[in-house]
């Protein structure tokens, strides 16, 4: 592979564990190859697309592929799905490895391995992939879940840039004992709290748990008939977000049709700023969701269309 351009800013996202791995590990890919350490910056899908992308090089990780990214000097390293490869912009792409792992490949042909950053790697690829048969996927939740429940700058921060940090950290044990206590009584009651959208897609409301976990038991739950299951998740900034999971590659479409995006299985949007409460955001996913049925004046117009009108 060419050698990458000098980032300006690496972009990455922010909601989970693979964007914050994603983005130290090309901090510091940068530092060895040029000598300094570019800005870094975490970003929402919807917050992303409204910033401008003035600068003339970046590193771009896990926030899938812009078509306003296709520029020269810019480099994207993903895994989600894509329609129209770039022309002018390096990817770096594979659907079966997760965004952090892509980096850490990169970091390894640097020399900036380690075995700290295999262990880590591999338990964020399980987790991010939702590999739910690998024999280290419920302690990969745990390290998953560190990112949704603390934050993506604040346990930067807790552990100064060191990633390796949150290998066995005494948070650890928080996210345990909650899965172990929280889990069984909230799959319980988000059993009865399953909100119809559409026909096809379940708003699942949670009060305690890993809500990740939650949905995905409920999906292999006969006596629930959506294919795809979402749930309300609120933002460091006030806004709400939809985290959606499916068994069988439909969560995807539904994220895109709210300017969202993600794996088939595993995506996620963040709603308008005016969805404030669980109650809005119902009405705006049913709004958008269910397919408005034609105008009483159109179906109208189709009955007489081809009839001769009288002499």
């Given at each position: 592979?060419?050698?990458?351009?000098?980032?300006?800013?690496?972009?990455?996202?922010?909601?989970?564990?693979?964007?914050?791995?994603?983005?130290?590990?090309?901090?510091?890919?940068?530092?060895?190859?040029?000598?300094?350490?570019p800005r870094l910056e975490a970003w929402n899908?919807?917050?992303?697309?409204?910033?401008?992308?003035?600068?003339?090089?970046?590193?771009?990780?896990?926030?899938?592929?812009?078509?306003?990214?296709?520029?020269?000097?810019?480099?994207?390293?993903?895994?989600?799905?894509?329609?129209?490869?770039?022309?002018?912009?390096?990817?770096?792409?594979?659907?079966?490895?997760?965004?952090?792992?892509?980096?850490?490949?990169?970091?390894?042909?640097?020399?900036?391995?380690?075995?700290?950053?295999?262990?880590?790697?591999?338990?964020?690829?399980?987790?991010?992939?939702?590999?739910?048969?690998?024999?280290?996927?419920?302690?990969?939740?745990?390290?998953?879940?560190?990112?949704?429940?603390?934050?993506?700058?604040?346990?930067?921060?807790?552990?100064?840039?060191?990633?390796?940090?949150?290998?066995?950290?005494?948070?650890?044990?928080?996210?345990?004992?909650?899965?172990?206590?929280e889990n069984p009584i909230g799959l319980a009651?988000?059993?009865?709290?399953?909100?119809?959208?559409?026909?096809?897609?379940?708003?699942?409301?949670?009060?305690?748990?890993?809500?990740?976990?939650?949905?995905?038991?409920?999906?292999?739950?006969?006596?629930?008939?959506?294919?795809?299951?979402?749930?309300?998740?609120?933002?460091?900034?006030?806004?709400?977000?939809?985290?959606?999971?499916?068994?069988?590659?439909?969560?995807?479409?539904?994220?895109?049709?709210?300017?969202?995006?993600?794996?088939?299985?595993?995506?996620?949007?963040?709603?308008?700023?005016?969805?404030?409460?669980?109650?809005?955001?119902?009405?705006?996913?049913?709004?958008?969701?269910?397919?408005?049925?034609?105008?009483?004046?159109?179906?109208?117009?189709?009955?007489?269309?081809?009839?001769?009108?009288?002499?």
């Amino acid at each position: 592979m060419a050698p990458l351009p000098k980032p300006d800013v690496i972009l990455t996202h922010e909601s989970d564990l693979d964007g914050l791995i994603s983005g130290v590990l090309l901090q510091r890919l940068a530092e060895a190859e040029f000598g300094v350490r570019p800005r870094l910056e975490a970003w929402n899908y919807h917050g992303l697309r409204q910033r401008p992308l003035h600068e003339p090089s970046a590193w771009v990780a896990d926030l899938a592929l812009d078509p306003r990214m296709d520029r020269p000097n810019w480099v994207i390293i993903d895994h989600h799905a894509f329609d129209t490869p770039p022309r002018n912009a390096v990817l770096i792409h594979d659907p079966h490895k997760s965004a952090g792992r892509l980096c850490y490949e990169l970091c390894q042909a640097a020399g900036l391995g380690s075995p700290e950053l295999d262990r880590l790697v591999h338990l964020s690829d399980v987790a991010d992939l939702f590999r739910d048969d690998d024999p280290d996927f419920v302690v990969a939740t745990d390290y998953a879940n560190l990112v949704k429940i603390y934050g993506f700058w604040n346990l930067l921060t807790l552990v100064e840039g060191q990633i390796e940090r949150l290998l066995n950290h005494p948070l650890l044990e928080v996210m345990a004992v909650k899965r172990q206590v929280e889990n069984p009584i909230g799959l319980a009651w988000s059993r009865s709290n399953v909100i119809e959208i559409t026909p096809t897609v379940g708003l699942v409301e949670t009060v305690v748990g890993n809500p990740n976990l939650i949905v995905h038991a409920l999906l292999d739950d006969p006596a629930i008939r959506y294919s795809v299951l979402m749930t309300a998740v609120r933002r460091g900034n006030g806004s709400l977000a939809v985290s959606l999971r499916s068994r069988h590659g439909e969560a995807l479409a539904v994220a895109e049709r709210l300017q969202g995006g993600g794996h088939p299985n595993a995506a996620a949007a963040t709603l308008p700023r005016s969805v404030r409460t669980t109650e809005d955001a119902v009405q705006y996913l049913r709004q958008v969701l269910n397919p408005r049925p034609e105008p009483a004046l159109n179906r109208l117009n189709d009955l007489f269309a081809g009839v001769e009108p009288p002499a």
